[in-house]
């Protein structure tokens, strides 16, 4: 009878230590809240990946634009500088919206001159729409490179402030101190990071898209080179018979 009092005793007492100790709770975080650890820092973050979302949009929609040629255009020219018609030539340069139509006219408008005066000024007006074309893109850049240095300067910050918590809690020191400043701290470096990989993506898919433009300007100045060679070739092969 008394093993069996003893041994209800020590279940009694084992429940109630089990039920005294703490259940750790699970926890649960968001994008958000993430974000709003981060700080200030995040808010500058925030503003780069906004600048590099419009440059990125703004540039791949006039990169598409200067890309759409019909391919029916220079035969046209051709037809047009065959027949005599420049003015014609040009008036039809201008219905097209693209750096391709503005070099072709450019070189219409040098007719009559020496080849390399044209093919020059060609050159010169491609050279300008490039230019047009990347501008904006040592922006998006600079936001690839600098963004993740920023989340590492808040994270360095934020370590900073920890061990500075830390120090003033004397021998009271808790656990908890320096994993919620590491915590808060490694935010910036993620969120830079997140920034900086997408800008340098963008970066160089717009980079290879505006190389295809240029390929297609060359492509061009050539065509349009051969076009004005032609009647030339053709008056002295009748002039020859």
């Known amino acids: 009878m008394g093993i069996m009092l003893f041994t209800l005793l020590q279940a009694d007492t084992f429940e109630e230590t ?11 975080y968001s994008l958000i809240d993430m974000a709003e650890k981060g700080g200030w820092i995040m808010i500058i973050l925030l503003i780069l ?3 590099a979302i419009y440059i990125f949009g703004k540039k791949l929609v006039q990169i598409n634009r200067a890309s759409k040629v019909d391919k029916n255009f220079l035969d ?3 037809d047009y500088i065959h027949d005599g018609k420049i003015k014609s030539a040009i008036t039809l340069c201008g219905k097209y919206d693209n750096p391709a139509a503005r070099m072709v006219e450019k070189g219409l408008e040098r007719n009559g001159r020496p080849l390399s005066d044209i093919q020059s000024a060609m050159e010169n007006t491609g050279n300008l729409e490039v230019a047009r074309l990347e501008k904006g893109l040592p922006a998006l850049a600079s936001i690839a490179g600098g963004a993740p ?12 402030r ?17 994993s919620g400043g590491i ?7 993620v969120g830079g990071l997140f920034v900086g990989i997408l800008a340098y993506f963008a970066y160089n898919y717009l980079t290879s898209r505006i190389n295809d ?6 492509n061009a100045t050539i065509a349009f080179m051969d076009v004005l060679n032609e009647p030339e070739t053709e008056s002295t092969a009748k002039s020859e018979e």
């Open 18 to 28: 089990v039920q005294a100790v703490p259940v750790p709770q699970e926890m649960s």
């Open 183 to 189: 915590y808060e701290a490694m935010v910036t470096t």
């Open 76 to 78: 046209d020219i051709r």
């Open 149 to 160: 240095m920023i989340g590492f300067l808040g994270t360095v910050m934020g370590m900073i």
């Open 213 to 218: 433009v240029v390929v297609g300007l060359d």
């Open 162 to 178: 920890a061990f500075f918590n830390m120090a003033n809690a004397g021998n009271n020191i808790d656990i908890t101190l320096l």
């Open 49 to 51: 990946s906004i600048i």
